[in-house]
């Protein structure tokens, strides 16, 4: 077995290498009205982008929700003048890998290429962006696709506790429904209403890109220019904030299963918030690091009642969320749910001691690097920061703001969030009421 010390060692010499990619991030002014970071590497002959556009789901019609989705989901489905399935092969062809990943704020598209054919790549990806074709078959396909995802995704109880936490959560507000949107939503989408939200939302305006490996800063704004360029210079209406956030109490969605699924959340922060580190911190602690939480401790080690609880700050731009998941036997989950209460209350009480928060410094820092490992590590993580609105010098400020924090403030900020009489806790099973039985 590993010894902490080990670990410890192997964290601080992955910090040390922070300097190295901290350093090479600059910005570009490669195209108009987007954001642009870009980092050169040519230690492998390999280019990688992830750009976000504000096309997410918290756009969708109240009446076509999934339409953010489903015109993301047929990016690589045919442009210009080549069907879905030459699109397809030209991105064979070359190995360019290309996908697209929605989300409620935006929609998330990466790139990767060997750079003798970076041109090609970011010309077909300007292709895809500024010309789609949104094809009768390949709507028909895609749609067909998403329905029988959403059909199978019902007799899932983490999947349906998700979309009606959601649901329960924020309401009618578009956060309300799922990414991927509801069967009704879907069927009403037409190939025009595809065309007309690209044309209004794949756009320059609030373009966030972050480029990096084997290009200098010329050749990476001739490509940015190749995919973007020719997209509209404007940024669609953002989105009103919820009228709701939250519904505080408990949920129950009848579902037959042995394993409910609860997910369970109070208001959170927004990114740029100034105790949002602080509750970073503070989430580890409680639950967000693993076996070395508060919750995994008091829940699993200590009673036996789940294998895997956890909890995530989740700072969407008009809302931020302390969600937690736990999936334990219908049988003990009331009690389960009782224990995750006392756990955030106590926390709130007490905050942490002095090796927790040792222990969280050492690890929040120390892993720090190692989501850029590689070029396309990098671009990802970048982007994040991007649509989180953080500046550049994020990357050389963090860990000395992280060494900052102390024991006090952790308890001042997880007083302010761990709150359970505002938790809104929702189950996808059944809660029935179980027999009284001492503490283990």
């Not at 910090?15 to 970071?37: E, F, I, R, Y």
Request: proline residues 7%.
């Amino acid at each position: 077995m590993i010894s902490r010390r080990a670990i410890a060692v192997f964290l601080f010499l992955m910090t040390t290498l922070a300097p190295a990619w901290a350093s090479g991030v600059k910005a570009l002014g490669a195209v108009n009205g987007a954001q642009v970071w870009f980092a050169e590497d040519h230690t492998v002959p390999m280019i990688a982008l992830t750009a976000s556009l504000p096309a997410g789901s918290a756009y969708d019609p109240s009446t076509k929700a999934g339409l953010a989705a489903f015109a993301a989901n047929l990016l690589d489905e045919g442009a210009g003048n080549l069907d879905s399935a030459a699109f397809q092969a030209a991105l064979a062809n070359r190995a360019i890998q290309l996908s697209v990943e929605p989300g409620r704020d935006s929609i998330t598209v990466s790139l990767a290429v060997l750079s003798p054919d970076a041109k090609e790549a970011f010309r077909l990806l300007g292709l895809a962006l500024s010309h789609p074709r949104f094809d009768a078959d390949a709507v028909s396909r895609v749609r067909a696709q998403m329905l029988q995802s959403i059909e199978q995704e019902k007799g899932d109880p983490g999947s349906v506790a998700e979309k009606s936490f959601y649901s329960f959560y924020f309401g009618a507000y578009a956060y309300g429904h799922p990414v991927e949107g509801d069967a009704r939503g879907l069927m009403a989408i037409q190939p025009a209403d595809l065309r007309n939200f690209a044309r209004l939302h794949w756009v320059r305006g609030g373009l966030q890109i972050a480029i990096v490996g084997d290009a200098d800063a010329a050749t990476a704004t001739a490509l940015l220019r190749l995919a973007f360029g020719s997209l509209p210079d404007e940024a669609p209406p953002p989105p009103p904030a919820p009228a709701r956030v939250g519904a505080p109490g408990l949920h129950v969605v009848a579902m037959d299963v042995p394993q409910p699924t609860a997910l369970f959340a109070l208001p959170g922060l927004l990114r740029h918030d100034p105790d949002f580190l602080t509750a970073t911190v503070a989430n580890y602690i409680l639950g967000g690091g693993g076996s070395a939480s508060r919750l995994t401790n008091e829940v699993r080690e200590k009673r036996g009642l789940t294998y895997d609880v956890s909890t995530d700050l989740v700072p969407y731009r008009k809302a931020g969320l302390l969600l937690g998941e736990v999936a334990a036997r219908k049988d003990v989950l009331r009690r389960t749910i009782a224990v995750v209460r006392d756990t955030m209350r106590k926390f709130a009480a007490d905050g942490p001691t002095p090796q927790e928060l040792d222990d969280a410094k050492t690890y929040l820092n120390g892993s720090f690097p190692l989501a850029f490992a590689s070029d396309t590590g990098l671009a990802a993580q970048l982007n994040v920061f991007q649509q989180m609105g953080l500046g550049i010098d994020y990357l050389d400020k963090r860990a000395g703001l992280i060494d900052a924090i102390t024991v006090d403030d952790v308890r001042r900020v997880a007083r302010r969030l761990c709150d359970p009489s505002k938790m809104t806790i929702v189950v996808a099973g059944s809660l029935p009421t179980e027999k009284s039985r001492p503490e283990q």
